[in-house]
């Protein structure tokens, strides 16, 4: 994918991460508030969490690849083929 893609696919997760996790924390302190009056599940808390870690995920994701961390600007270019000299003496010749 190009990476203008990558940047907007960053920079929307980002956003609506931040969405996620304000969403999460009301949900948290309303369970809090509900807890007084009733047993909570453990379960229900992960089950609030697997869509915020998804979503962390692909942003961090899609970070990496708009930042390139994987591999340094020299080794993204492709591989150079053999040089002329070593072509002239394995005997392949080449016209220029």
């Given at each position: 994918?190009p990476?203008?893609?990558?940047l ?5 997760l980002?956003?609506?991460?931040a969405?996620?996790?304000s ?10 508030a509900?807890?007084?009056?009733g ?13 915020v ?29 053999q040089?002329?000299?070593a ?10």
């Amino acid at each position: 994918m190009p990476t203008i893609v990558h940047l907007l696919l960053a920079l929307v997760l980002t956003v609506f991460l931040a969405a996620q996790a304000s969403a999460l924390a009301f949900v948290l302190r309303s369970r809090r508030a509900v807890s007084a009056r009733g047993a909570r599940r453990r379960t229900d808390l992960l089950w609030t969490c697997i869509p915020v870690l998804l979503v962390l995920f692909l942003a961090a994701r899609s970070w990496v690849a708009v930042i390139d961390v994987h591999r340094p600007a020299v080794a993204a270019t492709a591989a150079p083929s053999q040089s002329v000299a070593a072509q002239a003496a394995r005997g392949i010749h080449t016209t220029p």
